[in-house]
């Protein structure tokens, strides 16, 4: 009896533990609005010009279903990022951005790899060892530079395009993305 009582806990700690993995986390690549899609899949291209706190055009509009190759071109003197998301989404990859920034990662005009083992960080709790910047929903566009980004929209619905690099966005790096059935 002993035995079964202390396997009945086992199996409910194991099911304690399962109920509380994070919600949020997805497979790499599952977006509700769509999917990463290779560039021969695209139906149409849309070039998207990157100023210095500005996206031309400032408005898209998007067809359900449809495959579209963003072709990125940063003008500006700065690094920018197009990211397709909600406004909610922006906020989260914001913070994430500004700890990149605070790391010394991410620098006005381009990424640096960090090597937390070479700087002293190895050992040490609560680091993150795989900050990075490969979400498959977002490019970053060195200044001078050019980029694509090619997405299936799966359902309609209102998104943005963004640049999250910290202050980018409230300056108004951002455009509206209508997705129509």
């Known amino acids: 009896m002993q035995n079964l009582l202390w396997r009945s806990r086992s199996i409910l700690g194991g099911c304690l533990m399962l109920l509380s993995a ?3 986390a997805l497979p790499a690549g599952s977006y509700d609005f769509g999917q990463p899609a290779p560039a021969a899949k695209a139906t149409r291209s849309v070039e998207v010009v990157m100023g210095d706190m500005s996206f031309n055009p400032k408005a898209l509009e998007i067809k359900a279903g449809e495959t579209v190759r963003f072709v990125l071109i940063n003008k500006g003197q700065l690094l920018h990022e197009f990211n397709l998301g909600n406004a909610a989404m922006h906020a989260e990859h914001q913070q994430e951005m500004l700890k990149m920034q605070q790391s010394g990662m991410l620098t006005p005009t381009g990424m640096k790899a960090m090597d937390h083992g070479a700087m002293g960080h190895g050992s040490m709790a609560g680091m993150d060892h795989g ?3 490969d979400d498959p929903n977002s490019v970053l566009v060195e200044p001078g530079k050019q980029a694509e980004l090619t997405w299936t929209f799966s359902k309609s ?4 395009f963004a640049c999250n690099i910290p202050g ?3 300056a108004g790096m951002v455009g509206k993305l209508t997705v129509t059935p």
């Open 168 to 170: 980018h966005y409230q």
């Open 157 to 160: 619905g209102n998104l943005e």
């Open 22 to 24: 994070p919600l949020w």
């Open 131 to 133: 900050m990075q910047h």
